[in-house]
């Protein structure tokens, strides 16, 4: 049959590059055999060194979901989820991997779950990202398959939200491999995005379902993580699970300028500045971590002074021997409706200018295009099921393109800069000077 080479390809290239043991193929292709109801198997020669050199599984998957597909065993919208448990059949377990990633030191941990996650498929490429050039801040947006984990969803006992490590095996989270780190004295547990926004995002996530509160206690561990992977940053927001962003690249807001500095008679050692960025926002620098911490409490506690519902999001990175704590002011006020199209800024990555677009969604302006090129008539009945959520960005971009003549690319550059538009003034929506921390400088 003809997808026994391929059943055998994927074997040799777990083998190559995921730690498959040669003991384990037997164990292994028979699992996968019964995935795809085949009673037999043949094996079959096949070409070793094109399997190894492979760099992900996703045409050898693709087959076999297709033969899947052919012959009953799925259909084409659960394609994915039979990708997922052959995939499952062929990769370490959690425990193995936390064993494998403890065995190594912390940077070459980190290398080797990241590249783990890429070889088994797990974290797929970000296919779709600009750099809005025209925004204030160069805000980044990316088209994910995915909607954000920080978004609100249905409670329920099991798994409690979408952050919980309870979510591991379950759907797309089945390949999710998630290892233990120390922080403060508390076990949190790592794992790398599957559809990362940022390169090399990932997540730090308490093992208990609890809210995360930005006090010293999670400033100590942010602080212990920079210290044990220097080339990363750490973010963090209030939220009903305690986790953090990390990532080893700058974001838009890491990069903003000073907009003015400062001197505190009290933490004269302490670099301050504020930040030229949407939301209010001070950079603090110095190398003592204690009086890093207890500063930025004392601005907290004055912004919360001013408004009982202000909080405030933080971001830490190394910048040489010193550390870069950035606090940024939060309100309670919401996204102006006209500009909540894209989400509510319920993630520190929005607040720190990156933002993500769902599937769903990308479809949704894929058709606004076509309205746009003229490809697909217009009509305000159109704005109706999902689309009825964007009639407002709809109509700015249909207002703007006017009765020009535009090529699908001009068409799709037009509702580009709509979402460019839309994310940057959803961030102006919910902006409040911070005068009043200014006694603390």
Known sequence: MEIFPTIEALLHYSNAHLMLDELDFIYARNKILDLLHLKDYEEY????????????????????????????????????????????????????????????????????????????????PINK???A????????????????????????AYPKCKKCTETMGFGADLLKRAVPIELNKERLFLFFKNRPIMQNQGKLVSEYHHPLVIDEAALNKMFDFVNLMPNYSIAAMAGMHESYNITNRPTPFSKAPDLAKFKSKEYPYIGITTVDWYLGAVRLISSNREKLTEYAMRLKSKWQAVDSG????????????????????????????????????????????????????????????????????????????????????????????????????????????????????????????????????
Request: aromatic share 8%; charged share 25%; proline share 3%.
């Open 129 to 131: 990202k600009w750099e």
């Open 310 to 441: 202000n909080d405030v999001a933080v971001s830490l990175r190394k910048v040489d021997a010193n550390y870069c704590l950035e606090v940024l002011c939060l309100t309670d006020k919401k996204v102006s409706a006209e500009f909540s199209n894209f989400g509510d800024l319920s993630c520190v990555c929005n607040l720190l200018g990156v933002f993500r677009i769902g599937q769903k969604d990308e479809l949704l302006l894929e058709q606004v295009a076509r309205f746009v090129s003229k490809e697909e008539k217009f009509s305000p009945a159109k704005l109706d099921g999902d689309l009825a959520k964007h009639s407002d960005f709809v109509n700015r971009v249909i207002v703007a393109a006017g009765t020009g003549k535009f090529t699908a690319l001009e068409a799709s550059l037009e509702v580009k800069d709509e979402i460019n538009r839309t994310l940057e003034n959803a961030l102006i929506s919910v902006a409040a000077p911070i005068d009043a921390l200014h006694g603390e400088f």
């Open 45 to 124: 020669e096949i070409n070793y060194e094109e399997a190894e050199s492979m760099t992900n599984p996703n045409d050898l998957l693709n087959a076999l979901a297709n033969f899947a597909i052919v012959n009953g065993v799925t259909t084409q919208e659960n394609a994915p989820d039979i990708k997922r448990k052959i995939m499952d059949c062929v990769i370490k377990r959690p425990g193995e991997m936390a064993d494998l990633f403890g065995s190594a030191s912390m940077a070459k941990g980190f290398d080797f779950l990241l590249d783990y996650g890429i070889k088994s498929g797990y974290i797929q």
């Open 133 to 156: 050039k025209a925004t204030k801040g160069k805000i980044e947006v990316a088209y994910t398959g995915c909607s954000c984990e920080c978004a609100g969803s249905p409670k329920k």
